[in-house]
């Protein structure tokens, strides 16, 4: 069984930053496509960014130049370092990734999320 946990969240003044972090742990084979989402009041949930297995990662417009994703492959995590951030980010922050199994099935994983507050 996979899991995955993320940690991070909180508090902050619009401007201020915070990093997420996700990390995968259970019995698998491999982790393909990790990725951020988040779920605002009210709101769908939103991809806010992908770091896929190849290629290069991509964002979500608005936070195209203010977040940053990347990965520790050998750790299986995955991190989100938000800058600038502004009161329209306050969102729970799920993580999601792709992988396969020892048996070669694939799964689909989420995590519980995080909340992210950006006060005005």
């Known amino acids: 069984q996979v899991q995955l946990v993320e940690s991070g969240g909180g508090l902050v003044e619009a401007g201020g930053s915070l990093r997420l972090a996700c990390v995968a742990s259970g019995y698998f084979f491999s982790i393909h496509d990790m990725a951020w989402y988040r779920e605002a009041p009210g709101k769908q949930r939103e991809l806010v960014a992908t770091?896929?297995?190849?290629?290069?990662?991509d964002y979500l417009d608005s936070v195209r130049d203010r977040f940053t994703i990347s990965r520790d492959n050998a750790k299986n995590t995955v991190y989100l370092q938000m800058n600038n951030l502004k009161p329209e980010d306050t969102a729970v922050y799920y993580c999601?990734?792709?992988?396969?199994?020892?048996?070669?099935?694939?799964?689909?994983?989420w995590g519980q999320g995080t909340q992210v507050t950006v006060s005005s």
């Open positions: 770091s896929p297995t190849y290629g290069k990662p």
């Open positions: 999601n990734t792709l992988g396969t199994t020892y048996s070669g099935h694939q799964f689909d994983v």
